[in-house]
T-cell receptor, first 120, second 110 residues
Framework: EPEVTQTPSHQVTQMGQEVILRCVPI?????FYWYRQILGQKVEFLVS????????KSEIFDDQFSVERPDGSNFTLKIRSTKLEDSAMYFC??????????????????FGAGTRLSVL | GQSLEQPSEVTAVEGAIVQINCTYQ??????LSWYQQHDGGAPTFLSY????GLEETGRFSSFLSRSDSYGYLLLQELQMKDSASYFC???????????FGAGTRLFVKA
């Protein structure tokens, strides 16, 4: 069964450093997402990406964050200068475009296993 | 804006039925999704309702009442492995942004 893969599973970094979190979405999906989950809290939307551009972003996704699809398979989240409060689990997800039938009608998002980011 | 409310935790015994409620406020409504997340795991899709009524998928069912801005997830024949967090979620029109509720932690006891 196809799956979303994320690397690394755990990233430890010093405050102020740049990190890049990597994701390989499911190959025939066209919508890509990043979410953040602080331990014990809810899943928070960060950004969505479609047709090589950001479709929507939340207030969390400030100038320190950027996303890129550098090639046909990878989707990355960069945090330019990490802060202590960026420590969280980061999930990548992908989906078909919203449609009117089948799986497309349900906006099913497939999540990767996540990258745990620890900022020291 | 969009917001969702669900109970923070629910406890039930193995074999029982449990209902997890979700009320939402959205500027536009496209549908209500439910995701399951085990500790340390990723959210996985369970169910989706775009129209009023009940959707059944095995032991899990989901209900929606758009007039009441309310839905619920029904889990039957509870098993220990159902102990997890359950999130309701709403996508905005176009599906570009999905807002998750705070999650309901389900504890299943023997």
């Amino acid at each position: 069964e196809p799956e979303v893969t994320q690397t690394p599973s755990h990233q430890v970094t010093q405050m102020g450093q740049e990190v890049i979190l990597r994701c390989v979405p499911i190959s025939n999906h066209l919508y890509f997402y990043w979410y953040r989950q602080i331990l014990g809290q809810k899943v928070e939307f960060l950004v969505s990406f479609y047709n090589n551009e950001i479709s929507e972003k939340s207030e969390i996704f400030d100038d320190q964050f950027s996303v890129e699809r550098p090639d046909g398979s990878n989707f990355t989240l960069k945090i330019r200068s990490t802060k202590l409060e960026d420590s969280a689990m980061y999930f990548c997800a992908s989906s078909y475009p919203i449609g009117t039938s089948g799986e497309s009608a349900k906006n099913i998002q497939y999540f990767g296993a996540g990258t745990r980011l620890s900022v020291l | 804006g969009q917001s969702l409310e669900q109970p923070s935790e629910v406890t039930a015994v193995e074999g029982a039925i449990v209902q997890i409620n979700c009320t939402y406020q959205t500027s536009g409504f496209y549908g209500l999704s439910w995701y399951q997340q085990h500790d340390g795991g990723a959210p996985t899709f369970l169910s989706y309702n775009a129209l009023d009524g009940l959707e059944e998928t095995g032991r899990f069912s989901s209900f929606l009442s758009r007039s009441d801005s309310y839905g619920y997830l029904l889990l039957q024949e509870l098993q220990m492995k159902d102990s997890a967090s359950y999130f309701c979620a709403v996508p905005n029109t176009g599906g570009f942004k999905t807002i998750f509720g705070a999650g309901t932690r389900l504890f299943v006891k023997a």
